[in-house]
Nanobody, 119 residues
Framework: QVQLLESGGGLVQAGGSLTLSCAAS????????MGWFRQAPDKEREFVAT????????FYADSVKGRFTISRDNAKSTVYLQMNSLKPEDTAVYYC????????????WGQGTQVTISS
């Protein structure tokens, strides 16, 4: 089992920045990929970004490419999402997720952290 705890959400003005953190604990050696997803009110959950746990290879949704940066600190078992040039449409609950190396789907999810961007 892997436990994920997000932090760093809040309310910021459009154009501002925010950094989310996701601390992983438990069987983190089983994790191959970490990701961030988000869900806005009345919308389905959508992919934001992923990073491989070992090689640090990243992948982004087109909507955040160039504005968001995903990174990880293996020593701290923590993944970050640096969000710049925030827009009102970035408002959502942001979820951290972990995918085991042997899995083809994200197996573990955090409880989510609210990000609200005011115009």
């Amino acid at each position: 089992q892997v436990q994920l705890l997000e932090s760093g959400g809040g309310l910021v003005q459009a154009g501002g920045s925010l950094t989310l953190s996701c601390a992983a604990s438990g069987s983190t050696d089983s994790v191959g990929i970490m990701g961030w997803f988000r869900q806005a009110p009345d919308k389905e959950r959508e992919f934001v970004a992923t990073i491989t746990w070992s090689g640090g290879i990243t992948f982004y949704a087109d909507s955040v490419k160039g504005r968001f940066t995903i990174s990880r600190d293996n020593a701290k078992s923590t993944v970050y999402l640096q969000m710049n040039s925030l827009k009102p449409e970035d408002t959502a609950v942001y979820y951290c997720a972990a995918r085991r190396r042997v899995s083809n789907r994200f197996d573990y999810w955090g409880q989510g952290t609210q990000v609200t961007i005011s115009s």
